[in-house]
């Protein structure tokens, strides 16, 4: 019976269920960890492994995405930037979101079971409960460092896809997992700033409603020299070379730009700019990381060409 309810609500919804995934950021979560993935090995992964793992990671993320939705029902009909979400407008109810989610993260833990490994398996399932418990449930309903203390959960894909091509924790991938964690911060309090009224309405205490735009700013633009100092590790570690550090430096130098504007003038068209870099910002650096850590291959291609 739940399983007919299921499929002719996939069939009439299905856009509303792709809405529940939040597909743009499962698709930013799987490439941070597909990069972990492929710095873990000095050459080719082994390629059927990397795309299970990335399809189990992925389904785990969507899985945990339902789910925020469900919980936060009430507060994203309150905001404009999320009232329009399927569940809060009552397109999916509350059976059909978490049999929905089920499913998913079902099968995202059986795929990661069967291709990678138990460290990754249980690593993905906690990182799961992280956000969609921890986080949604109880951080962001009790405290304004809700996204510090919550940015475990989100900051851990490329460490899952390190374990999931080694089997094995190591001090590289869990510099990949600091980097995300001290970018969190300023991402998501610039988001906050410009939809700090928002949050306010939907008794949600983010910073800029709880401490004002302006310590806000200054906490911003700490935590963006901070993440500054953060991505110099790579190098300084040896993990990765010069293209990687002089690509990172300017990235820095461009995210710093926008903190210090925002510390001077608090404008909130600057925070919404500054969110929107700070996605690219991410993506960028990790390809950067990705890159210089194919680049001596590549050079040897040439020379022997």
């Known amino acids: 019976m739940h399983a007919e309810i299921l499929n002719a609500g996939l069939r009439e919804h299905w856009r509303d269920y792709l809405e529940l995934t939040k597909p743009r950021v499962v698709l930013l979560i799987v490439f941070t960890a597909q990069v972990g ?36 029902q009430r507060i994203d009909a309150l905001m404009s930037r999320t009232r329009h979400r399927p569940v809060a407008r009552g397109k999916l109810g509350t059976v059909q979101v978490l049999m929905f989610a089920a499913l998913l993260a079902g099968a995202g833990m059986a795929v990661l079971l069967m291709f990678t490994n138990v460290l990754t398996t249980w690593l993905t399932f906690l990182s799961m409960i992280g956000y969609a418990v921890v986080y949604t449930l109880f951080l962001k309903r009790a405290t304004p460092q809700n996204i510090v203390i919550g940015g475990a959960a ?84 040896g993990m990765s070379g010069m293209f990687y550090l002089f690509g990172s430096v300017v990235l820095n130098l461009a995210f710093m730009g926008y903190a210090v504007r925002l510390a001077r003038t608090r404008d909130e068209r600057v925070a919404r700019e500054m969110f929107g870099y700070s996605i690219t910002y991410l993506m960028v650096l990790f390809a950067l990381l990705l890159i210089d850590h194919y680049l001596p291959a590549v050079r040897l291609v040439s020379i022997a060409a």
């Open 154 to 237: 989100g900051a851990a894909p490329p460490l899952l896809g390190w374990v999931a091509m080694t089997g094995h924790l190591h001090p590289w991938a869990f510099l990949l997992f600091l980097i995300i964690y001290v970018w969190t911060p300023p991402h998501f309090w610039a988001l906050a700033v410009y939809r700090r009224h928002d949050y306010a309405e939907a008794d949600i205490p983010m910073l800029p409603v709880t401490h004002g735009v302006e310590c806000t700013c200054w906490q911003i633009l700490l935590y963006t020299v901070l993440l500054f100092l953060v991505t110099l590790l790579p190098y300084l570690t």
């Open 37 to 72: 993935m492929l710095l873990s090995v000095a050459g080719q992964p082994d390629w059927l492994r990397f795309w299970m793992a990335s399809l189990g990671i992925g389904l785990a993320s969507a899985a945990s995405a339902a789910v925020n939705h469900l919980v936060d």
